[in-house]
């Protein structure tokens, strides 16, 4: 009787856990499939060049070099069946790049759901923005000292 009581009460605390920090909303998750990443500020899409060649923004053309995916906590271009070319940086103030998944870091973005504005960059070098026509990675472009400039915010579209 005694072990049917603990494992009821254990029962509760478990269901209680659940419901608190159980499965994402959809509010929450991430959107699902391959999308396009614009740079709020020119309206133009990442593409994929190629592996270790710069990653450019291109006029929005729905081909497979500008559909994207997240592959654990990186950023990977549908071209490759395997998912293994993904965004990768070069250093600090310098081009994004096209990278093998082995070889590119993790970065880091706050949404990947439909329509979400966010960041992306790496801790090695920082932010992804356009600099003159260029998808640099380098130090925050603020507006007023405050918010992040529309050079480095990028929108998910599927």
């Given at each position: 009787m005694k072990h049917l009581r603990i494992s009821g009460i254990l029962a509760?605390?478990?269901?209680l856990?659940?419901?608190?920090?159980?499965?994402a909303s959809s509010a929450q998750a991430a959107g699902t499939g391959f999308f396009y990443i614009v740079n709020k500020d020119t309206?133009?899409?990442l593409e994929w060049n190629g592996y270790n060649k710069p990653i450019t923004q291109e006029t929005c053309k729905k081909t497979q070099y500008q559909w994207w995916n997240?592959?654990?906590a990186k950023l990977c271009n549908y071209a490759s069946i395997g998912g293994d070319y993904?965004?990768?940086?070069?250093?600090?103030?310098?081009?994004?790049y096209g990278r093998s998944s082995a070889k590119a870091?993790?970065?880091?973005?706050?949404?990947?759901?439909?329509?979400?504005?966010?960041t992306i960059g790496a801790v090695d070098c920082g932010y992804f923005k356009v600099v003159k026509g260029k998808v640099l990675c380098g130090a925050r472009?603020?507006?007023k000292g405050k918010t992040y400039s529309p050079k480095m915010m990028w929108i998910i579209k599927y």
């Open positions: 509760a605390v478990l269901a856990a659940f419901a608190i920090v159980g499965p309206g133009k899409c997240q592959s654990a993904c965004l990768g940086d070069a250093g600090r103030e310098k081009p994004v870091k993790q970065l880091f973005y706050s949404s990947l759901r439909p329509k979400a504005q966010t472009i603020l507006v």
